[in-house]
């Protein structure tokens, strides 16, 4: 157990996670109108957004740091820990955040709650990543769907497409997309793995 | 790569519609691809290095220098990048000679930036290398659009705001980027270089932040839009009395504006109003200054030859409350009505005027000319 927390620098995680998720709602309320590739048109996209990403990026660092053949020969339930360290850095994360959402108006807890939502599809994406893809790119994929979103999100009205989550609104939905993604994480991190 | 090359090809040609068919901003508008490009290449870059980082952690004796492997790993990437860049350019800005003022940039920021992603691949691990070149790649070609000061935005090889057809490429925002580019090239080189210490990451960040400024003091002079009045031969044609004097790219335009142009200046004429001897699209001290565009229609050209005989806004009017807005139309109207492209409302002022003798509208033509100068209070700030 020791080892594990060592190797993963779960202490130092958890204080990043905390560092990112004040940072993020020290930037709740402030956008960017960036110009849509592909479409005459300028998109507001949370500048929390880069805060969210460069957790996971963050995270996928934490779960890849070591030597991953030598989880397979783990007595502990390495799996389980790794769903675990995702968990704990989101709640980190999403801590000040949900604070400065319930304390302010209601503009800032919709981009609050935007940034929550993220976190836990994010999450999901990385572990989802980690039990089938190389641990170089296991933060890729999150990136990637955030950039993407930016990038071509526009629908011709200038509202979020439907497929791109990170930059719409925090719905029931959408969070139940964010919560699907994450249990789905947990499940093949849970059984693809031995432990 | 081959998804990312559609995409920043689509990118460009969907710039490239809302240009004239105008070289050098066509081939401005096919570099924008690299909004798409740059983050790919980067993050490809720092893919590739990262597979001989190990090797170059290694304490180990190597044959090849860091530098050189870091070079032969991106290869690769680099000439796809180029390859990709040229394809957009080619298929958007078609197979004219490139200007180098456009291009030199384009292809160097993309260079500097792969050799970057190489070098933070060298650096940092895969799994943190590979999305940070992605985010700040996209953050470094998209994010400066979107934000002021505006000498940021020519810093990475792309130029949006250039040109319209009486515009060129300011040479400083050129310099900008080159200058931008070396340093992105550098600042990689000493990152990648054989010994990793602090004191070396710190003196490369410490260049990276002096080349910006240097960059930025260049830029600076250049904004808001990287251009400047273009001085290039005009193809001019006489009629009657008068000469009109079009840019290259509108030279289908030139018969059609000469019917026009000959038929309102003669029905100017009529009424009373001596024209200008010249219409250009250029600069002019003696003659009327107008702007048309490939397309345009005999209504079109009408407007803009009664822009070019309306009285200029005076200069007072960008700080004061402008009083002559009204009187400025009313010319406009009655330019337009005279020149026999436009019929005024039958109770407007200008049909009482049409009513009158040739001196009675010339006298009123006058007296709104002049007010047409006056301002109002000063403007309070927003």
New interface residues.
Partial sequence: MTLWIKSRRAFLGVLVALLLGVSASAMTGRH????Q????L?LPVPIAL?LT??W???V??QL??TVLPADFVATRPVARLNIGLVSIDAIAFSAPLLLVGFLDGAQLQDDALMSVRNVIAFGGLVLIALAYLS??????PA??W??IS??FGADSHGAPQVWAVPIRPPTASSFMLAIALMLVGAFVQRFRTLH | MPVVLV?GW??GH?EAR?VEQYSIALQAQAFTAM??LL?VAAALAA?EA?AIRPVTLAKVPNVVGTTRQLFRAIAVVVGLAIACLTACYLTIAGLALPNAAVAVPGFAVMVAACLLGGAVGLVI????A???C??LG??FM??P???APYWLRDLNGTYSGCCAVNETLDPRATWAALIFAAALALTALMLASAAKTIAKILASLLLATVALAAAGQVAGAVAPAPVVARHASLICQRADVTTFCVWPEHQTQLGHLLTVGTRVIRSWRIHGLAAPSLFTEGTSTNGAVFGTRSEASSQDLVGALVEAVSPPFPACAATHIYAGETHRQLVGEWLLAASGYGQPATDSVVSHVLRTSRGAQIRWLGMQVRETEKCGSARSAP
Avoid: C, D, E, K
């Fill in positions: 960017v109108w960036l110009p590739l592909l479409r005459s300028a880069l990403a460069a996971s990026v963050f996928g660092y890849v740091r641990p170089s790119v296991i933060a890729l990136v990637t955030a950039v930016a990038l | 995409l689509a990118h969907a809302l909004f798409i983050p893919w990262g691990p895969r799994v943190v590979v999305p940070v992605l985010t996209y953050v998209v994010f659009q979107a934000w």
